[in-house]
């Protein structure tokens, strides 16, 4: 019985530090990804929207110029966030709301820019990346918040 009682805890102790491996390889992955300086990043999402959507070399350097400009801008705005982040945390609904509306805007000028460039197959293929990758994060959205619950 005691053997028996024996095995049962270790397979219980096998079983969590995997678990535990697992999540903390996840936690290195981000770490890893804030590391990266925004010209890694940039060629990184080259490098992904590269092979999901097949982009020829032509391709390639157009959208490499938009991801530069795209990543420049985010990069302002981050540093600016950063260095007023006291007031970020007490923006009115209607400040919120213009911020909001900016990064639609600048969003909808990135895919107006990328329809020029892009086939239509390619375009509604990273469209239907965009909405998994939504769905993905609303998931985890919903996952972390009935945990802290």
Do not use: C, H, Y
């Not at 929207?49 to 302002?76: F, V, Y």
């Not at 375009?123 to 998931?139: D, T």
Request: glycine letters at 2%; a positive charge.
């Amino acid at each position: 019985m005691k053997k028996l009682i024996i095995a049962a805890l270790l397979v219980i102790g096998f079983s969590s530090f995997a678990q535990d491996q697992n999540q903390s390889e996840k936690r290195s992955n981000k770490n890893q990804r804030e590391r990266l300086s925004p010209e890694q990043r940039s060629q990184a999402q080259l490098d992904k929207m590269t092979t999901e959507l097949n982009l020829d070399a032509k391709q390639q350097e157009q959208i490499k110029l938009i991801i530069a400009e795209q990543t420049a801008k985010r990069e302002a705005m981050r540093t600016e966030r950063m260095a007023s982040n006291e007031k970020q945390k007490d923006l009115s609904s209607g400040e919120r709301e213009a911020l909001r509306q900016k990064r639609a805007e600048e969003k909808t000028a990135m895919d107006n820019k990328l329809k020029a460039i892009l086939s239509p197959e390619q375009l509604k293929k990273m469209k239907a990346i965009e909405e998994a990758n939504r769905e993905k994060m609303r998931e985890a959205r919903e996952a972390r918040d009935n945990a802290q619950e």
